[in-house]
């Protein structure tokens, strides 16, 4: 399906007709509808870690700092970590608190290696700094969240041959109960409607929970036990 014809859709049920084009169009309900259409796709987008929209990237340090985010980054996935490839045992630390990532920087508190992160001005922060060729790998939702005819990878929609990524008819219901809303029409059915398949498709793609292969431990809140004795006898 393409943006085209989950927008047929809606308008079929709105008004009873189907327009030949949608996005191209400057027909009142169509530029409407491709308004409503980039808004639905992106709050769809943000509702869940889906795995069709998860990326893993790897920093590879250069002796700085601070590393920009990918390009197409929108989030960090849900409770994410950033992986130190040369270390089983554990990664980087997030330090998500910018007063404790101050004390760490001025207290002078023991890191363990290979150190904490932090967001920061849009980029990632480590301390301490990496050594040059050092990595860090996570996953992180991306935000282009349409395909051109071509196959190229989109943040907006710009075409009738645009496809969304995710599940068209949740894009369909999103247009019928947003387009009434817009008018002041009841929408309560179709909101209904909505939220019943979204939260089936949030349920069949298990977006809320990344599952890591050849991860050593279980809970991803767990950090590895300290392997020697504890004290004296």
């Not at 400057?26 to 795995?51: F, G, P, R, Y």
């Amino acid at each position: 399906m393409t943006i085209l014809t989950a927008a047929q859709a809606a308008i079929a049920k709105l008004v009873g007709r189907r327009p030949p084009a949608v996005v191209s169009s400057t027909d009142e309900i169509c530029v409407e509808i491709t308004a409503l259409a980039q808004e639905a796709a992106v709050e769809i987008a943000k509702a869940c870690d889906w795995q069709e929209l998860t990326e893993f990237y790897e920093i590879t340090a250069d002796g700085s700092d601070a590393y920009p985010f990918p390009s197409d980054y929108d989030r960090m996935v849900l409770a994410t970590e950033l992986f130190d490839p040369d270390n089983w045992c554990w990664g980087y630390h997030h330090v998500p608190d910018y007063s404790e990532w101050i004390q760490y920087q001025i207290g002078g508190i023991g890191l363990i290696s290979p150190g904490i992160w932090t967001i920061r001005k849009n980029e990632f922060h480590f301390m301490p700094a990496p050594a040059a060729g050092q990595k860090a790998i996570f996953p992180y939702v991306r935000n282009t969240i349409f395909t051109s005819q071509n196959g190229n990878l989109k943040s907006t929609i710009t075409s009738d041959s645009d496809s969304f990524v995710l599940d068209e008819r949740l894009l369909t219901l999103a247009l019928l109960w947003k387009y009434k809303a817009m008018k002041g029409l009841d929408y309560q059915q179709e909101v209904d409607d909505y939220n019943i398949a979204l939260s089936q498709a949030m349920a069949r793609n298990k977006g809320g929970r990344v599952i890591r292969s050849r991860r050593h431990g279980g809970s991803l809140d767990v950090r590895a036990a300290w392997p020697w004795p504890l004290g004296g006898v």
